[in-house]
């Protein structure tokens, strides 16, 4: 017998024939043996319809109020789901994230959990019941319901699956796992057998919308195995957790490609060349809440003034250009462009501390493409390029050919979903 945590995803809750099958796939899993949690999201768009109405009737809603409206989506494919199961034979309990025990911090719309305490899902376990568990959401000290931020269904699911000691923590989704690109954009793109915690962050911190952010730091703080698979299929998907000695895993040299479009790129020009001025437009950045990516700085020609261009966010965009406008006089720089026609194209693999001629071949591939690189950045498992937006998806596909990366026959299905 073995305890399984199960997160499923608004596409695979789209509507009550995707609820059927999910109830039937929890009950199966049930039947076999074992424990089970589901964490469930909201049904297919409910979270962007319930953003929408809230816009309708204000253009700033205050933040406790939105997080208790989001919430509800999340209720309401938890009690449906329920009844699903119930109508299968097998003893069932849905719970919302404060009765599950997910106690966090006080940001509302991105709460971060500050601890877990399960005791009604564990009374459930024990009492052979399945236990449904409705993701994304938690209580503050001051009772308050909170959200964990777009997506932190994935984060409540790896939360209680540390905490439970679960032996793993499925993410069933709309495709069959990982993909070494997006499976929409490079339709011969394989699925990864296996991956590390490390290299999945990389990707998903560069665009590829496989897990949430804080999920997969979860599953490496302590250890959790995750298997991201398709709710829509049985086959096995992708296995993201760490080699052991005794189980070492075959270690690709470059794990997948990520490409991001939603990322701007502003230019600050003119800026006096001297100690310290750096730190101080950072500092503009940061007071805004800007988290900024790549960085380039000129040399500068008379030794008086440079150029420094930096990536960030599109949503953060706005905020941080009327911050370093207010702060021209302070930072005495000449001119401020800002672009949003860029993309980044991230290359990733844990390979690349052992490996050499990865650059070459990169910048290789694009130079056949004839697609110019702006901006470079890495880290010790990365490389990153930004490129024109239009050029963004043929980079991906020329850069994935070029790692023979490419599948022999076609393996990725897209079952649903969009892709978010
Ligand atoms: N329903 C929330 C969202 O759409 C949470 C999630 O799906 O994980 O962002
Ligand atoms: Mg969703």
Redesign the pocket.
């Known amino acids: 017998m073995a305890l399984i945590v199960q997160k499923f995803?608004?596409s695979s809750v789209a509507d009550a024939t995707g609820l059927a099958r999910v109830a039937e796939r929890i009950a199966a899993t049930h039947r076999a043996g074992n424990q089970v949690v589901a964490v469930v999201?909201?049904m297919g768009d409910?979270?962007?319809d319930l953003l929408d109405l809230a816009a309708q009737v204000t253009p700033r809603p205050p933040a406790r109020e939105m997080d208790i409206l989001?919430t509800a989506?999340?209720r309401i494919s938890m009690s449906l789901l329920a009844m699903a199961i119930d109508a299968r034979g097998v003893p069932v309990r849905s719970y919302t994230g404060q009765q599950a025990g997910v106690l966090t911090d006080t940001t509302y719309g991105k709460a971060q959990i500050v601890k877990l305490a399960p005791e009604r899902i564990v009374q459930s376990l024990d009492d052979g019941q399945v236990a449904i568990v409705a993701?994304?959401q938690g209580v503050n000290e001051a009772n308050d319901v909170t959200?964990?931020?777009?997506?932190?269904?994935?984060t409540?699911a790896v939360a209680l699956a540390a905490a439970l000691k679960a032996d793993v923590c499925e993410i069933y989704t709309d495709v069959d796992g990982v993909f070494t690109a997006d499976p929409r954009v490079v339709s011969s793109a394989r699925r990864i057998a296996e991956i590390t915690p490390e290299e999945t962050l990389e990707l998903a911190s560069h665009g590829a919308k496989i897990l949430?952010l804080r999920a997969v730091e979860f599953a490496r703080r302590y250890s959790v195995p995750l298997h991201v698979r398709s709710s829509f299929s049985h086959k096995e998907g992708t296995w993201v957790r760490q080699p052991t000695k005794e189980d070492p895993m075959e270690e690709p040299v470059i794990a997948g490609i990520a490409h991001d479009a939603s990322q701007g790129k502003i230019t600050v020009q003119g800026v006096p060349d001297r100690p310290g001025v750096a730190a101080r437009l950072f500092q503009v950045c940061a007071s805004v809440g800007a988290n900024v990516d790549t960085i380039v700085q000129n040399v500068s020609v008379d030794s008086q003034r440079t150029d420094i261009s930096f990536t960030l966010s599109t949503q953060e965009a706005e905020a941080t250009m009327h911050a370093l406008r207010d702060a021209q006089d302070d930072l005495g720089y000449q001119d401020l462009i800002y672009t949003e026609a860029i993309g980044i194209l991230s290359l990733v693999g844990a390979g690349m501390r052992t490996h050499t001629g990865i650059s070459s071949t990169l910048f290789g591939a694009l130079y056949e493409e004839g697609i110019n690189i702006h901006m470079i950045s890495t880290s010790e498992i990365r490389i990153s390029v930004v490129v024109d937006i239009d050029e963004l998806q043929r980079a991906v596909r020329a850069v994935h050919s070029a790692f023979d990366l490419d599948a022999s026959e076609t393996e990725a299905v897209v079952y649903g979903g969009t892709g978010r």
């Open positions: 995803g608004g999201s909201a409910t979270t962007d989001l989506g999340e993701g994304f959200t964990l931020g777009r997506g932190g269904s994935d409540t949430h």
